[in-house]
């Protein structure tokens, strides 16, 4: 594919968001676990969840999300704060790929301590935030969420961006709470985060598709490879940068670019 000027490549992408920000991505695509709720606090702790578990097969994803929320009874917050010890013995033998029963039952716990302490997870990200981007807060996120005695393990299910790591999926997770619904996919549901804020979930697709047209020259899809990415993307467009992992991400997936 031949260079294209930056107005050429804006152009490229902004169609290509357009094209994949429709109702119809949500059916192949994790998001559509949070479309079943309606409840702000069931939104968020089943996008959560469901971010958490989102790598491998898309399949398998999808699959073990709705088994996810069937055993949280199709209502997450009501599970989170009012659960039983035979509730979370229920739990037992849930896994995928790494992620674990043992795993599942600390993130019941330390979102029961996160719902009390803040109320509800926006108001974490709202109090934590820094201008620019959500980085700090996402460090800070997981420093709280693992304040209580936890198998040491179980961190390795949320990424830290002072580590040099993209983190991914909770990227995808506040994309999804914090761009807004006009499209019929994301949520929407946060008002006092800035989708300006937002960095690009980061992964083998969309890094690929950004390296092809020119948007990311270091190889690894890592902390330091995000930040080029979202400098690139805040040039096309500052409002909005993340619309863009539409694009990239359709490409990729749909498109084999």
Same mark, same amino acid.
């Given at each position: 594919?031949?260079?294209?000027t ?5 152009? +490229? ?20 676990i ?13 996008? +959560?969840?469901?971010? !958490?578990?989102? &790598? ?7 699959? %073990? ?12 917050y009501? +599970? ?5 010890k035979?509730d =979370?013995?229920?739990?037992? /033998?849930? $896994?995928?790929?790494?992620?674990n ?10 979102l ?6 803040? /109320? ?17 807060? =996402?460090h800070?996120?997981?420093?709280v ?8 393990? !179980? ?11 993209a ?5 995808m997770? #506040?994309?999804?709470? $914090?761009?807004? %619904?006009?499209a019929?996919?994301?949520m929407? =549901? &946060?008002n006092?985060?800035s ?25 690894? %899809?890592? /902390?330091?490879? #995000?930040l080029?990415?979202?400098?690139k993307?805040?040039?096309?467009? $500052? ?9 990239? +991400?359709?490409? /990729? ?5």
């Open positions: 594919m031949k260079k294209l930056k107005t050429e490549l804006k152009e +490229f992408l902004d169609e290509k968001a357009s094209f994949y920000e429709q109702p119809k991505f949500i059916e192949t695509d994790p998001i559509q949070p479309h079943l709720f309606t409840q702000k606090k069931d939104i968020e702790i089943s996008g +959560f969840l469901t971010a !958490t578990i989102s &790598w491998g097969n898309r399949k398998s994803i999808l699959k %073990n999300a709705h088994k996810l929320m069937s055993l949280l009874g199709n209502s997450p009501d +599970f989170i704060m009012n659960h039983s035979t =979370i013995h229920n739990l037992e /033998g849930f $896994v995928h790929r790494t992620f029963s043992s795993d599942l039952t600390y993130f019941i716990t330390a029961h301590h996160l719902y009390n302490t803040f /109320g509800d997870m926006e108001s974490f990200f709202e109090q934590y935030k820094k201008e620019n981007n959500l980085q700090s807060a =996402i800070d996120f997981k420093k969420f693992f304040s209580l005695p936890h198998p040491l393990r !179980t961190e390795k299910h949320i990424s830290d961006p002072y580590k040099n790591s983190a991914k999926r909770i990227h997770f #506040l994309r999804w709470m $914090v761009r807004d %619904n006009s019929g996919v994301d929407g =549901i &946060w006092s985060l989708p300006s804020q937002l960095s690009c979930p980061l992964d083998v697709h969309s890094g690929n598709v950004a390296r092809k047209l020119g948007l990311l020259k270091r190889k690894q %899809n890592d /902390g330091k490879a #995000l080029e990415l979202d400098t993307l805040r040039k096309l467009d $500052v409002i909005d940068p993340v619309k863009y992992d539409y694009a990239l +991400f359709g490409l /990729g997936v749909f498109e084999k670019f």
